[in-house]
């Protein structure tokens, strides 16, 4: 079920068949990186992730990480929504994209949908991003989507500090 549409892209919530897509979307040299090694290598992984992650998400809260797509063709290019964290007052948007899906605004421009929908259809005052430091790339974005930093907050790995960056519903 397509949730949002842009001009480019549509955003639906993820199904056991995209377990495939999940393998490799959390085995990129990016999520490695900046999200963290899942342990995700073969299907029976991606869809036990998927169970207890995204699915259950759309069940306990009404949202969560959705599949990203070209409308023109089907291609996955990458995850984005809304997740509830225990720790914030609201939701915070997540993304990661393939590698290939990077540079093309891609982000930008379902990321930005998202955020509409937060405030106008979920009805959120506040919505939230979490990101690491070092990872410019988000940062750029989160910061082109109006949110501004917030605070800091200890991570899952021992030593590891979050940026949190948050934006109001009034811009």
């Known amino acids: 079920m397509v949730i949002i549409e842009s001009e480019r892209l549509c955003l639906r919530q993820f199904t056991a068949a995209d377990a495939d897509f999940i393998i490799v979307l959390l085995n990129s040299p990016g999520w490695l990186k900046y999200i963290g090694d899942r342990n995700i290598s073969t299907r029976q992984d991606a869809l036990a992730y998927l169970d207890k992650g995204p699915l259950t998400s759309y069940k306990k809260n009404e949202l969560g990480l959705c599949l990203v797509q070209l409308k023109s063709t089907g291609e996955p290019l990458g995850m984005c929504g809304l997740l509830q964290r225990d720790y ?81 519903a009034q811009g």
């Open 88 to 168: 914030l007052d609201g939701p915070d948007i997540g993304f990661a994209f393939l590698p290939q899906s990077q540079g093309y605004g891609y982000a930008y421009e379902i990321a930005t949908k998202v955020l509409a929908y937060g405030f106008t259809t979920l009805r959120h005052n506040k919505l939230f991003a979490i990101t690491l430091p070092a990872n410019r790339r988000s940062i750029n974005l989160i910061e082109k989507l109006g949110m501004h930093f917030e605070s800091r907050h200890a991570g899952k790995v021992p030593g590891e500090e979050l940026s949190i960056y948050a934006r109001s």
